[in-house]
């Protein structure tokens, strides 16, 4: 039976008779087609382990009101008002400024959509393009760098450096007076999650129960949750792979003046290529004009050395500063030197020469030539914008220094 039941099969199914079929028996009388093999893996959220205590659970609650009862949850409601959930896997430290820059109140000085001005994680890219940072993450350094340029005062300490006291010290000043928040990178590892490095700010502390409280911005993956002071500390002792030092935490403010519309175009790699040149240029010019020269070529050949901020709000204000600017000496001699847009290469020029690195290379003739130009900077309305300039280039110069880019498997791109 058996036999004649397969000797059917191969008679009906041959090509001979299939022709004659309709479609619905064909289709029947068809072997069974594999389905194909999905990779259904995914992830909604991941439970907190016992050494992380929910912050709304029971529990968290109580933490909560005797740290308020402290006084030491003063930033916590201006962070509350402005948590993120970071945009990609690898955007904690991206996140993690973000949300700090929007609570400090920094006007970014330039459009987020339609007429507003607001921070977003995409316009995060002073230091390392955001291609970069989605792929690698960033770094302790990278991330003070970025903070800097977009408006921001900041304290770097790496946790070799800081002892336990100077940590709890740090943690007080932040969670009792607004205006200074604490952002942290530590290693998941440590509290027990899942992944590695990360980044998020510092809500506030409970003196009496010894906990700080994170606000992650990996919502996905955890909640907000208080861990215990010491854990937190011991944290950020595990070695990054990449540059194999510990990590840290920033503490961080409001500058005292605005963004700027202005910016530098480099980012730590390009400014340590253009630094090196300009420092063998600066030993054989022999005059300011040698300089703009040199400076005009570069630019020329190379990512614009100072731009204007995309979308940035242009107001009466930037046309009065563009006014005095093109009344100095120095945007004069350069727009009758160069084949470069002299406004441009006017801020180039005042803000690199002002670095002190640059000026101790100069020789004392040139030096005595450099000064008058670099003393039109003192001007009331230029001094704000070159200002910002040149506190990016120190950034980029610091981080440069430490060049210790991360890499994509310790940031916390890990399920």
């Known amino acids: 039976m058996k036999f004649l039941g397969q000797s059917l099969r191969k008679y009906i199914t041959s090509a001979k008779v299939a022709d004659t079929m309709p479609n619905i028996v064909k289709e029947r009388m068809s072997p069974p087609t594999r389905l194909p093999v999905f990779n259904n893996k995914s992830f909604y959220k991941r439970t907190l382990p016992p050494q992380c205590l929910a912050f709304d659970s029971h529990q968290g609650k109580q933490v909560f009101l005797k740290a308020l009862q402290e006084g030491h949850m003063e930033n916590y409601f201006t962070l509350a008002q402005q948590m993120v959930t970071q945009n990609e896997p690898a955007f904690c430290g991206i996140g993690t400024l973000c949300m ?26 002073c230091c390392r393009s955001l291609k970069d940072i989605e792929r690698d993450g960033i770094t302790l ?26 940590f709890l010290k740090d943690l007080m000043i932040c969670s009792t007076q607004t205006g200074k928040i604490m952002a942290i990178s530590f290693s998941r590892k440590v509290l027990g999650q899942t992944g590695d490095g990360h980044f998020s700010p510092v809500g506030g502390y409970s003196e009496k129960d010894g906990k700080v409280l994170i606000l992650d911005v990996a919502r996905f993956k955890y909640p907000s949750y208080w861990v215990d002071l010491e854990m937190m500390y011991k944290s950020m002792f595990p070695l990054d792979a990449t540059n194999n030092q510990p990590r840290g935490y920033v ?26 040149h300009i420092h063998h240029e600066v ?50 001699l350069i727009f009758q030197n160069t084949n470069s847009d ?31 130009y670099l003393k039109e900077i003192d001007i009331n309305e230029i001094q704000t914008q070159v200002r910002v300039l040149i506190e990016q280039l120190e950034s980029l110069t610091q981080c440069c220094k430490a060049d210790k880019p991360c890499s994509a498997s310790d940031c916390c791109k890990s399920s």
């Open 100 to 125: 700090i820059l929007n609570s400090l109140k920094v006007d970014p000085g330039r459009l987020w959509k339609g007429s507003w001005r607001w921070y977003d994680q995409d316009m995060l890219d």
């Open 141 to 166: 350094e990278e991330f003070s760098c970025l903070a800097n340029c977009n408006g921001l005062q900041t304290v770097t300490k790496s946790v070799k450096d800081v002892s336990f006291e100077e």
């Open 251 to 276: 503490l961080l403010e409001a500058m005292r003046h605005p963004v700027g519309v202005f910016t530098v175009g480099l980012n730590k790699y390009s400014w340590k290529n253009v630094s090196n």
């Open 283 to 332: 030993t054989s010019a022999k005059s300011v004009q040698d300089l703009i020269n040199r400076l005009d070529s570069l630019n020329q050949s190379s990512i614009p050395l100072i731009q204007q901020r995309s979308n940035s709000s242009l107001s009466a204000e930037f046309q009065h500063f563009c006014n005095v600017l093109e009344s100095t000496d120095t945007y004069k």
């Open 342 to 372: 002299a406004k441009y290469l006017t801020l180039a020029f005042w803000s690199i020469f002002s670095l002190p690195t640059f000026k101790k290379h100069c020789n004392p003739a040139l030096l005595d030539q450099l000064i008058p």
